[in-house]
Every structure is written in C-alpha cells, then in structure tokens.
C-alpha cells in the first residue's frame, strides 16, 4: 500500500478505503470534495461508487450495509449542506451503535472560519453524535486517522466517526504509507469481562426462581454466535425477550423467544420482565420504550448488565452483578459457565417458564381481519410467500414498523434493520438500498409508510440506476399513523396536520416514473399477487398497500406509563384482568 | 449541590475542551468552575472541572468522559486534594481609605497588583473558601471587578492513584 512517488490527499483516501477492504461507498459530489471525485475516476481502483440523490439516502444506505453485513459502512459527502444532510443519518447510527465512517469536504484551510462558500462546521455540529471526528488539516495525518477511524466505528460499541477534508488538504501530494497498528492511548474498549463476575453471574440464573433473558441490539453489533446466546437461554431454561434492535439475535421461533417487550411489546413479554426476579440484560440499555415508568419497571429483580460499553451499567437502572466486555467473549463464558454448573435436575425455573408461555399462548399479536384492508394481514403475507427464503427487512418509523415488528418471525441476525433509539422516518427506503448493495444474493424488503416513504423515496432513482432490487412496500394509510394514534387515544381525536391522502402521490405512478414496476393493493385478495409480482419483477420495485387508516398497534403502554400496564381493545376473553390486578 | 472536582488528563489536541464541555452540556451535567491548561506533557493538558452531581452520579459522569477519545484519565479529587484559584478583585479606594483595604488584604496574602486613583486591584492565589472570603470582606467598600480562574487542582503525593478511577479492563 506504500506508494514510493507522492500521491494526493485524494489518490490517498481511495487507497486507505482499499487497506480496510471498503468495496462500496454511498456519496454524492460537490465542490469542496471533488479532488476525490476526481481521483475516483483518475486512479485504478475497484471500489464501487454509488451515486445517491441526497446525501442523507448516502448516511442510510452505508447505515444498511454496515448493518446487513456487519463491516463498516462508507459515505461521502461534500462541505456545507452536504455534510450537513448527513447529520440525520449520523445521529441515527450513534443511537443504534452502528458503525459508519462519514468522509465530507470542508472549505480551504484558508478559508476555513471565513463563512466560506459551503462552508460549516461539521466537526462542530456532529460533535455529539459521533464516536469520534477529525478535522484532518496536514495531508501527512490521512493514513493514521483512516486507520483510527475505521479502528474506532468498528470496535468497542460500534459507532459513526465523521473524517473532514478540506479541499487543498485533498490536493497536496505526500509520501503516502498505511499505518498496520493502530495507537489510541485513550482507546482501549474492554473485551473479556471479568471472569469472577460472569462465575458470580451463572450462579444468580441457576438459583433464580424467575429469570428472564433481556437481548438487545449489542447482541448483534458484538458478532456473538447465536448458538452461545441459545446455549444460555437453555442451560437455564429461561423465556427470552428480544429488543426491537435484536429481532433476529435469538430465533423468534426459539421455544424459548417470547419477542418483543416494551411500548408496543407482547403482553407475555412485558410481565416477563416485569414479574421476574432476575434481568439478565445482555446489550441491552433499559430504554425508555421498553421500561416504560423507569421506577416501576421490574420491581422485584436483581440485575446483570452485561455491555461493553462501561457507561451503560447503572445508567438508568442499578445492575447487581455488572459484566463489561464485549459479548463475544462474555456469551460463550457464561454459556460454559451456566452448563458445568447446572446439575442435570430440572430448572428451578420450569414453572415460571410454564406461566410465561402461557401468557404468550394467551395474548398473543392479534388483529381483526375484515375490510378494509389490514396493515397486520399486509406483513403476515409478506411473511408467508418469503417463509424458509434468506430475506433482510428494513422499516421506516412508525406503526408499519410496529407491526412489521410484532408480526415477522426473523430466526437470524442481521436480517432486521429498523432505526430504534432516533426513530428516523425516511431510513427504510435507502436502509434497504445498502443492505441489497451488501448483500445481493438475499431477499431485501422495505416495509414503510407513506410518511417515511417521501421522506426518501428520490432514492428509487438510485436503486433504478444500479438494477439494486429491492422491493419497497408503503403500507399506506394516507396518515402519520403513529402520530394519529396517539392524537386520537391521548388528544381527544384532535387530528392536527397528521392526513397525508392515500393518493398523494400516486405511488404506483411514481414507480413507473422512475422506470420501475408498481404494485397496487387494496383488498385481502390482491395482496398475494401484488407480493408474488414484485418478489417475481426481479427489479426495484414498489408495492402500494392501501390499508385502513383507523386500525392502531396494540397493545400499547402509554408513554411514562408502567410497562406492565398495557392498554389493549377488547377482545372477547376478558384479557386485560392482568392490568387490572396491577401487575 | 453535590459538588465533586474532577481532574481529566486529556490529549492536547483541537477541539477537546468542547468535546468535554460539550457533553457535560448535553448529559445536563452543571459545570460550576472549569479550568484548563498544559502539564508538564506537552501533548497533554489538564482539565480540573467542579461538577454538580445532584442530578447524576459523578460515576456516569466519569463513566461519559471516559467514552471520548481524547480523554486519558479522569480522577475524582477528595478533600485532601490541593485546590487553588487566581483571583483579580478591583475594590473601589479613595486614598484616604487605601492603607486599610490594603492592610486587611494582606491578611489574605493578596498583592497590590495596580493602585489608580479611586481603585485599587489586587491578586490573590488561595483556596477557593478562602477567595470567598477575601471578597465578603471587600464587598462594604465596593467591588468593581472581579475575575476567577476557577479551581486547579491536584492530590498530595501518595494520594495519586486512590481514588482513581481506571479505565475498567478486565
């Protein structure tokens, strides 16, 4: 990688993204970043550029990729407003931890602090929400931030790290060399956990009356094997609930998986946590979607955190028996640990298990399935014609995303990419487009809403420009859904500027505007041929589902609300007796 | 007020005091005095920062520091810990009243630093109660200016390390 006659600033980024093995990036050009652009075309290299229409579908679809193939995910952006349109995206993956490096120009050096034109100060403005940044103002310094910043997004708790490159900085040539180590005094993520602990850890679950496993999304971002997370869950004999970040880390076909908990969670999954004596966390940070009133969250329960990243442990809720380090390594010790220690005799947790799984036999997602059209019967039959197939889906925000939640079983990790802790609307159009870039040979299915999708959807040009097939479905009910559920449960059905109309636009005339098959949708029996078509278009495509925009995600815990007291429609069995008795 | 002093080895680099100030800002951590400056590393500096911690742990504020980067060490100072802080005080004085502000100032050991003809301004290097005081005292002859440092402050040989919290590694 060391080039004996100067190189570039330029020639020099390329041949760091070639060092970590970068194959694909997500940008868009602009002034202070075209000397990149212009060795992207000048030099020889295999690194495939993809040309996005806003820089934020750039932010997303290296969100998607690092996301559905756990490398690090690569986008491009120029000074000013480009830079600036990254900052959604950025703030998204320092909240779900994913690891992206950000590469935007900045104004000269000269000019920089003058009100340049397209000059901002990125660095200034993402400073919050990245893991770390760099303002590189000597070219010789390249190399070591490449290698730091690839170093910093991928390790510990994964995360976003912005690189700003002023323009002449991209100009100068040097003496280029890639560093092979890499020396951050003030880095050191903790890896190993500490072993007395994890024995300390074994010993709580196998004498707990009810203990209950709480997954979250570090059990994907750590790589941990989900054969050692089931090990686990089985020594102990334990119910299982998956986060909505780590749908997929735990098989939700496990016996074992009781799914989803928190504001939209199952009923069998929120008392799990609530009624048990042990939480045993697991990359998980005790969310306020999940706990609900933080104070009245699981009473009754001693805590194990296990994280790697320190600040997690005791942040919201005090842990008895913390355990720092990544899961990779935890997981498998304790897994052990839990399997020499356990005498062969019957868990002393059988009869809890007993109770929480019939609470799940008893409540579990449910809808009435009548025209108009249902959301809910829309993703079953998604679920259905895609069953035993290798399919990765992504989601906006809202209650498309719930539902796609609560009704797809997803047995893998990395097949689920949803935007959790930013709640950012628009991430599922170009979320997809990454996630089918990094892996072509699966089936990539976007759920959204007709909120989210025109949010982003100027990215089915991009997805059309490079044949990325992946099929977008606006579950379309002409409103902010979620934001109308909550104005006709909480404010008293005062539906303030929350009506978008189903056909604004047409979205199947938008698909064909941009060269791409539409599908539309608006009876139970059209759903199936809408679906078979587009898996079967073998194209980018959209399918327009027009559902009925009254129906609501159940059940739902208030906001600042006890997790354990859901609020539900009523059935014909009286199942909202566990609420009464004040779980 | 829960007030606990923090001393937080950093590299010398740009952009590190905001980093840190910044996310005691945006963790709704109260900074009460902040201080920075090199040691006797170039590459590196000190930042001695005076938290309240009525809010939040001063552990998950120690637990955020050490999440940025650019930050080293971070130690909890106790009470024995040497605090000290530079205060510029400009007393009104007609000079018919100057030998007794500036007789009763040197009770705190602050020196004349500049003497005009209705002020004078003294300097004063002490602990920060001890500031206070100087300053209460001067307060019944008219306190024109007044500038501190903020605190700086370092733990008595053979405290280091004590109360320091490391970087956990396992």
């Known amino acids: 990688m060391d080039s004996e006659t100067p190189i570039t600033g330029a020639e020099a980024i390329i041949r760091c993204l070639e060092a970590e093995g970068v194959t694909d990036v997500f940008g868009l050009p602009g002034g202070a970043i075209l000397p990149l652009y212009d060795a992207w075309a000048a030099c020889d290299h295999t690194i495939r550029h993809y040309l996005v229409r806003h820089e934020q579908g750039a932010g997303h679809m290296a969100q998607g990729y690092a996301r559905a193939t756990g490398k690090v995910g690569v986008a491009i952006a120029t000074s000013g407003p480009g830079a600036t349109n990254l900052v959604t995206p950025i703030a998204d993956a320092y909240l779900d931890s994913t690891p992206i490096v950000c590469i935007t120009g900045q104004v000269q050096t000269h000019l920089i602090g003058t009100d340049a034109f397209q000059e901002a100060d990125i660095q200034g403005i993402t400073m919050p929400i990245v893991k770390h940044s760099w303002l590189v103002d000597d070219v010789r310094d390249l190399p070591r931030v490449f290698k730091e910043a690839f170093h910093i997004a991928r390790t510990g708790r994964p995360g976003p790290v912005l690189i700003d490159v002023p323009k002449d900085v991209q100009l100068t040539p040097f003496a280029f060399s890639y560093p092979k180590q890499v020396d951050i005094p003030g880095y050191k993520p903790s890896k190993h956990g500490h072993p007395r602990q994890i024995i300390q850890a074994a010993e709580a679950i196998l004498a707990a009356e009810r203990p209950t496993f709480y997954v979250g999304g570090g059990a994907v971002h750590s790589g941990v094997s989900q054969e050692d997370l089931i090990r686990v869950a089985d020594a102990a004999q334990m119910p299982v609930v998956t986060t909505l970040q780590a749908k997929g880390a735990?098989?939700?076909?496990?016996?074992?998986?009781?799914?989803?908990?928190?504001?939209?969670?199952?009923?069998?999954?929120?008392?799990?946590?609530?009624?048990?004596?042990?939480?045993?966390?697991?990359?998980?940070?005790?969310?306020?979607?999940?706990?609900?009133?933080?104070?009245?969250?699981?009473?009754?329960?001693?805590?194990?955190?296990?994280?790697?990243?320190?600040?997690?442990?005791?942040?919201?809720?005090?842990?008895?028996?913390?355990?720092?380090?990544?899961?990779?390594?935890?997981?498998?010790?304790?897994?052990?640990?839990?399997?020499?220690?356990?005498?062969?005799?019957?868990?002393?947790?059988?009869?809890?298990?007993?109770?929480?799984?019939?609470?799940?036999?008893?409540?579990?997602?449910?809808?009435?399935?009548?025209?108009?059209?249902?959301?809910?019967?829309?993703?079953?039959?998604?679920?259905?014609?895609?069953?035993?197939?290798?399919?990765?889906?992504?989601?906006?925000?809202?209650?498309?995303?719930?539902w796609a939640a609560q009704y797809l079983e997803i047995d893998l990790p990395r097949r689920w990419l949803t935007s959790g802790g930013a709640g950012t609307m628009g991430y599922g159009v170009p979320a997809a487009i990454g996630a089918k870039v990094g892996r072509p040979d699966a089936i990539v299915i976007n759920i959204d809403g007709d909120g989210c999708f025109q949010m982003t959807m100027q990215e089915l040009a991009t997805a059309r420009m490079y044949g990325i097939a992946a099929i977008h479905v606006v579950v379309n009910n002409g409103w902010l859904g979620m934001v109308r559920q909550w104005q006709e449960l909480f404010h008293d059905e005062r539906f303030s500027e929350t009506l978008f109309e189903p056909d604004l636009p047409d979205y199947v005339k938008l698909a064909e505007s941009f060269g791409i098959p539409g599908f539309r949708c608006e009876q139970t029996g059209e759903v199936d041929v809408a679906i078979t078509a587009a898996l079967e278009c073998g194209q980018p495509c959209v399918i327009d589902a027009r559902v009925d925009h009254e129906e609501k995600v159940y059940p739902m815990v208030p906001a600042g609300a006890p997790s354990a007291e859901m609020i539900d429609i009523a059935w014909a069995e009286d199942d909202n007796a566990w609420v009464e008795e004040g779980v | 007020m829960n007030m606990h002093t923090l001393s937080i080895l950093v590299q010398n680099r740009p952009g590190v005091l905001t980093r840190c100030a910044g996310l005691f800002a945006r963790r709704g951590f109260n900074i009460d005095s902040l201080a920075v400056g090199r040691t006797e590393d170039p590459s590196r500096s000190r930042i001695t920062i005076r938290v309240d911690c009525a809010q939040h742990s001063v552990d998950q504020v120690q637990k955020q520091l050490y999440k940025l980067i650019d930050v080293l060490k971070v130690q909890e100072l106790g009470q024995s810990a040497v605090e000290l802080e530079l205060m510029l005080l400009k007393v009104t004085s007609a000079p018919e009243r100057r030998p007794e502000i500036i007789s009763l100032a040197e009770v705190f050991e602050a020196k004349v630093v500049d003497v005009g003809p209705q002020a004078v301004t003294f300097s004063c290097v002490s602990s920060p109660d001890r500031l206070q005081a100087l300053e209460e005292l001067m307060e019944p002859y008219g306190i024109r200016e007044l500038v501190r440092t903020g605190r700086i402050a370092l733990d008595r040989d053979g405290e280091l390390g004590r109360r320091t919290r490391m970087r956990v590694v396992a």
């Open chain 1, 250 to 402: 735990f098989p939700d076909s496990h016996p074992l998986c009781i799914g989803l908990p928190g504001m939209h969670g199952s009923k069998a999954a929120n008392w799990a946590m609530n009624r048990c004596d042990l939480l045993i966390a697991c990359g998980a940070r005790f969310d306020d979607r999940v706990t609900g009133k933080l104070d009245a969250f699981a009473p009754g329960a001693k805590v194990i955190h296990m994280d790697v990243d320190p600040a997690e442990i005791d942040k919201n809720r005090q842990a008895q028996i913390p355990i720092v380090g990544s899961l990779e390594h935890v997981i498998p010790k304790l897994a052990d640990s839990l399997e020499s220690r356990a005498n062969g005799g019957p868990p002393r947790a059988a009869e809890w298990l007993a109770t929480v799984r019939e609470w799940k036999r008893e409540h579990p997602f449910r809808y009435r399935n009548t025209e108009p059209l249902k959301p809910e019967f829309v993703i079953e039959r998604l679920r259905e014609l895609t069953r035993g197939q290798d399919v990765i889906w992504t989601t906006g925000v809202g209650q498309h995303q719930m």
